[in-house]
């Protein structure tokens, strides 16, 4: 008989809503995007979160984090990045994982390093009642997680889910709407330029920014950019600001001459936040970031 153990975990459970419509409708290609995904933005996320993938079972994935501050983190990030992939799928197409965190005790098969047990059944059930794209927990985590800024826990209330005995009180993770704390930045200014001397400077309402789901566009092109960059090396829609769940990120629009963080080249579709501070280079022109 295999040898198992029991330990405290904070679990996180991932569906894909509409899966069965989506292979009707293309099953290759939903193969492949699911796939992507998985290889892509679930296992970098939750490598970073410091967390494990326990394993894929079709649309469904299954992670442990040794911690709920750590396991809520990491599903925020997970939306972000599931987010900034959407982008470049047609709508029809677009993966809309539900994400439910719970923190238990789980069984650990010694073997396989599998877990099972009432923890991981109830994240499973708590999945079951987030939205589409989100996130939901349970009062356990509520109560031991910290939120980012800029996002709360919005009470859903008891819920008793198919196949469990007693209530479940989730909370959903969503956007705040609280005004900005003191000091923090309001709008995010670029201001920089090219090593000839040529100086660019330009603003981001983070309001604007926030009531954008689209983002706003940075290019050389003014009929198609949010924020016009009139240099050669900018392509016509080069980058695209986007407020998202980990703060504003920048992504590159696949373009000629690259974008840059902190002297990292960003991938295309792939995108990275920023924070007054930081430097980000889009073709030759260099910015210093502040908020103001």
Partial sequence: MASMQRRLAAIVHADLAGFTRMM???ETRTFRHLKTAQNEVWRPAIVAGGGRLVGTAGDAMLAEFGSPVAAVSAAIDIQERMAAFNRGLDEAQRLMFRIGVHLGEVIVD?????????????AARIQTLAEPGGIAVSRAVRDLAEIK?????????EHTPKNVSRPVHIYHVRASDRPA??????VLRFEG??????KFAFDVPLATLKSRPGGMMIGRA?????????????????????LGMAGVEI????????TWVNGVALRAGTPA????????RIGDVEFGIKQV
């Fill in 24 to 26: 009707e409708s293309g």
């Fill in 110 to 122: 010694e073997e396989d390093q599998n877990i099972f047990g009432d923890g991981v059944n109830l």
């Fill in 149 to 157: 800024v800029d996002y709360a826990f919005v009470d859903g209330g």
């Fill in 181 to 186: 704390r003191p000091g923090k930045a309001a």
């Fill in 193 to 198: 330029g090219v090593a000839a001397g040529q």
């Fill in 222 to 242: 003014a009929d198609q950019c949010d924020l016009v960059l009139p240099h050669g090396t900018v392509s016509r829609r080069h980058a695209r600001l986007v």
């Fill in 251 to 258: 992504e590159d629009e696949d373009s000629t001459n690259g």
């Fill in 273 to 280: 936040v920023v924070r007054p501070g930081d430097r980000v």
